[in-house]
């Protein structure tokens, strides 16, 4: 599986700007996508994940109400709207995939993840 996400740039606080993360290659029924990000100096952090079966989300607190996550199945796509941003979201963010298993899904470790994308920064002026 290839990932490739785009959408990054500059924007003021208060903007908005969405990501996508096209998946091509090998599919998978039972599938999963996440966003992480990191920032100069930090660790690599999650922001969110979606089960591409069930559409079922998941969050990093600090973005709830802001972030959306949503799926396209027919064009293997999968978007992270971010509305509302602020200058502590500034970071490159990376979509990942994974195949579930059908055990316990720790959607917001990295190490769970298969395959990454590129990353693209997103960077959020005050």
């Known amino acids: 599986v290839q990932l490739v996400d785009t959408g990054g740039g500059l924007v003021q606080a208060g903007g908005s700007l969405r990501l996508s993360c096209a998946a091509s290659g090998r599919t998978f029924s039972n599938y999963a996508t996440g966003w992480f990000r990191q920032a100069p100096g930090k660790g690599r952090e999650f922001v969110a994940a979606i089960r591409w079966n069930s559409g079922s989300t998941f969050y990093l607190d600090s973005v709830k109400g802001r972030f959306f996550i949503s799926r396209d199945n027919a064009k293997n796509t999968v978007y992270l709207q971010m509305n509302s941003l602020k200058p502590e979201d500034t970071a490159r963010y990376y979509c990942?995939?994974?195949?579930?298993?059908?055990?316990?899904?720790?959607?917001?470790?990295?190490?769970?993840?298969?395959?990454w994308g590129q990353g693209t920064q997103v960077t959020v002026s005050s």
């Open positions: 990942a995939g994974t195949v579930l298993d059908g055990g316990v899904w720790y959607y917001s470790r990295s190490e769970r993840y298969n395959y």
